[in-house]
């Protein structure tokens, strides 16, 4: 087992990263300090691991709250069904919610710890690839809007993130993949060897290799963990994260919920976010294929959905966090490994980005 730490002051909190840590509650019960405790999973995700996380418990009041499972169900509608299950059970803001399950569990469960009687605690236990590398560090937490993606939430920061790497065994191939576009982004804007190292093992990592798999968890997660611990709420190099997301984060909403997949969409978008960056003399094409070819390779698309025109894109990137004012914020790279976050990117080179990518 590793453990990790995002340093947060006296909000600091470990990342423990292990197979079977879910059965291991010795190595995280001290996150949980309460005797009430929510367990918040999903209808894919409860029958295979809830009762493993529920026995751990049984020396306290345990209940379990299932939602339906999809990113179409990432709403404040179903995050009623949360609020319903704690009032019911009378906990009181002392309690903690365990979230079980992927990043639209996580996010959801966290967003729900942060409004519950104005704010309790909760312990992300994450069941896939990317909500192990990503969604389950950094405290960012939401649901969406039809009109855009992670549009309602709070920053609002776990106990302790429990990563136990044998739940990756029952993971389908296309959510697998879909974590590998947010591996690569801590290649991309930060670690370039961390890139060789992806191009290098990538055989293993679809193959789930164990030591491969947590050789890149523990990477990404220590990545993800130091700039969360310099920037919390994404004042400057926090947004680094969101490469690829603009695009991608209008992709998702543009087609519908859950028709891509958000790490499919990250895919694309940075795909797109390079072409760009290429038009701005900052990448070379041999770069820009290079990734072009590792996405490829982990079975991730490259290129944008057909249904979407420059126009649509336009008016779906504008629905967009990292805008003010009017003026969108976009990740580009300054050559493999060297993200960067520009508020000042022509609007033709964009065009030009969208247009070579839309029908
Ligand atoms: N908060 C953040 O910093 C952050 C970062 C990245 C992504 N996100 C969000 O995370 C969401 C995507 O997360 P995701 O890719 O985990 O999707 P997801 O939560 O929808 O999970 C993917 C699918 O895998 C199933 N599943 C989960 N664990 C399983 C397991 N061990 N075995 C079998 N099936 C399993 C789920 O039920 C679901 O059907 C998006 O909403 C995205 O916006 C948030
Ligand atoms: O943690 C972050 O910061 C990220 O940007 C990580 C992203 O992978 C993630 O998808 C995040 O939810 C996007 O944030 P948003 O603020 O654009 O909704
Ligand atoms: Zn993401």
Redesign the pocket.
């Known amino acids: 087992m590793q453990t990790l730490t995002v340093d947060l002051g006296d909000r600091s909190y470990p990342i423990h990263i292990g197979p079977g840590l879910l059965g291991r509650p010795d190595v995280w019960r001290a996150a949980v300090p309460g005797r009430q405790v929510m367990v918040v999973s999903n209808t894919t995700v409860a029958p295979l691991y809830l009762e493993t996380v529920c026995s751990a418990f049984d020396d306290r009041r345990v209940e379990t709250v299932v939602l339906p499972d999809g990113e179409s169900f990432k709403t404040l509608d179903t995050l009623g069904n949360v609020f319903d299950a704690l009032l019911r059970a009378r906990f009181d803001r002392h309690c903690t919610l365990l979230a079980l399950g992927g ?1 639209v569990v996580g ?1 959801m469960t966290g967003f729900a710890a942060a409004c519950y009687q104005r704010g309790v605690d909760f312990v992300q236990l994450p069941t896939t690839l990317l909500a192990q590398v ?2 389950s ?2 405290g ?1 937490t ?1 649901v969406n809007h039809p009109l855009g ?3 309602i ?1 709070a920053f609002h920061q776990p106990r302790a993130v429990v990563i136990d790497t044998r739940t990756l065994v029952t993971l389908p191939d296309r959510e697998f993949a879909a974590g590998l576009a ?1 591996v690569i ?1 801590y290649g991309l804007i930060r670690d370039l060897p961390f890139l060789d190292w992806l191009e290098a093992n990538l055989e293993a990592l679809l193959a789930r290799d164990g030591a491969a798999l947590t050789e890149a968890i523990a990477r990404s997660c220590r990545c ?1 963990a130091e ?2 611990g310099r920037d919390e709420r ?1 004042s400057g190099e ?2 680094l ?2 490469l690829g ?2 695009f991608g ?1 209008a992709i998702e909403t543009g087609t519908g919920y859950g028709v891509w997949l ?1 790490g499919e969409a ?1 895919a694309a978008g940075t795909c797109m976010a390079l072409d760009l960056s290429a038009r701005l003399g900052w990448l070379d094409a041999a770069a820009v294929e290079r990734v072009r070819r590792l996405f490829s390779r982990a079975q991730l698309p490259v290129t944008a959905p057909a249904s979407l025109s420059a126009e649509d894109f336009l008016g779906l990137m504008a629905v ?3 805008t003010r004012d009017g003026q969108l914020t976009l990740i580009l790279l300054q050559g493999l490994g060297h993200g960067v976050v520009r508020r000042d990117v022509p609007s033709a080179a964009l065009r030009a980005t969208l247009d070579a990518f839309c029908h």
């Open positions: 990043g996010d990503d969604s560090v950094g960012k939401g993606k992670n549009m939430g947010e982004k993800k700039i969360v994404e926090r947004a994260l969101n997301h603009t984060h958000h990250v967009d966090k990292k």
